[in-house]
């Protein structure tokens, strides 16, 4: 008997050990067509943009022929690159910290203190981001702007990035109530006010909630597309990079210039990739913040 219970167990250690196996097995090859699915696109980016306009538009070919190194020369010249970097760059760097800064003394004011409309207020920040206004809003917007004499600056897109901080409230939101409330208690104790408990000891408590917000809102800012374009339209020295890739996509006499396009981008990439590989322990991080005694 014990021999075939021992056998019996065997077997149903066996059969354990197959379904994990193949779940893992199953879990690979998904994650390897997510991967393959997701960089794709970006390999055939960066080849593009080593090849002729001629070979990228007949699609002939998976590798350059010959790789032109020029084409990222002459995106970087006759998109302005260095101009609308730096624009791309001012804009995006003011609209995150804006970011950053409002919705983190909001998410601590929502979830620290009890006020009157404070579910009303929670619905409107969640109505902004699940009510799609796009192009609607444009307008209003401008006439704000222009009321403030900002429609020539490019602070006008700062603002409205800033505004448009819901996101980043909800994420922090949930950093927040992850923080205890005793730290507050024992700091109050100690005589410290609500704004010195938010600055000295929520917000480095905050910082991989910062972290991962910080990332999010510099993308959001560095793609703006459509803002950029109206309110920098009269202001050509005031362009970000992505209105900049939008004039390579046609050369002067008219021929579009796809492999130009496709450098442009390559090139408006590696600050992102340097934003994400600064941020990137945020995504790891936990916070682990507690009371010791």
């Known amino acids: 008997m ?32 997510v991967l393959i699915f997701t960089l794709f696109p970006i390999v055939m980016a960066l080849l593009g943009s080593f090849k002729t306009n001629a070979e990228l538009n007949t699609g002939a070919t998976f590798l350059p022929l010959h790789w032109n190194f020029s084409n990222y020369i002459k995106a970087w010249k006759e998109a302005n690159f260095a101009v609308f970097t730096w624009n791309s760059l001012y804009m995006s760097f003011f609209s995150t910290v804006g970011t950053v800064v409002i919705a983190s003394m909001a998410a601590y004011a929502v979830d620290r203190r009890e006020f009157a409309c404070k579910r009303l207020f929670l619905g409107l920040q ?14 209003p917007q401008f006439d704000v702007m222009v009321a403030l004499h900002l429609n020539r600056s ?15 409230f909800f ?4 950093f927040m109530k992850g923080i205890p409330r005793d730290m507050d ?3 109050k104790l100690d005589g410290a006010g609500f704004g010195y408990i938010y600055a000295r000891i929520i917000m480095p408590l905050l910082l991989p909630g910062l972290g991962v917000t910080s990332l999010f809102a510099f993308r959001n800012a560095w793609n703006e597309y459509i803002m950029p374009l109206v309110f920098t339209m009269t202001q050509p020295k005031l362009q970000v990079l992505t209105v900049g890739l939008a004039n390579l996509k046609y050369s002067p006499d008219g021929a579009q210039q796809s492999n130009l396009m496709l450098a442009g981008a390559c090139l408006s990439m590696i600050p992102i990739l340097i934003v994400y590989l600064l941020a990137n322990k945020s995504f790891t991080q936990v916070n682990t913040g507690g009371i010791k005694g």
Not at 161 to 168: D, G, K, W, Y
Request: hydrophobic share 65%.
């Open 185 to 187: 208690e024992a700091a």
């Open 2 to 33: 014990e021999v075939i219970a021992s056998t019996r167990q065997q077997a149903a250690s066996k059969r354990i050990r197959l379904r994990k196996a193949g779940g893992r097995f199953v879990l690979w090859v998904f994650l390897t067509a």
């Open 171 to 174: 994420i922090l939101l949930g």
């Open 154 to 168: 490019i602070w006008a897109v700062i603002i409205l990035n800033i505004s448009a901080h819901a996101f980043a």
């Open 126 to 139: 969640a109505g902004t981001m699940f009510v799609a206004m796009g192009a609607i809003m444009l307008r």
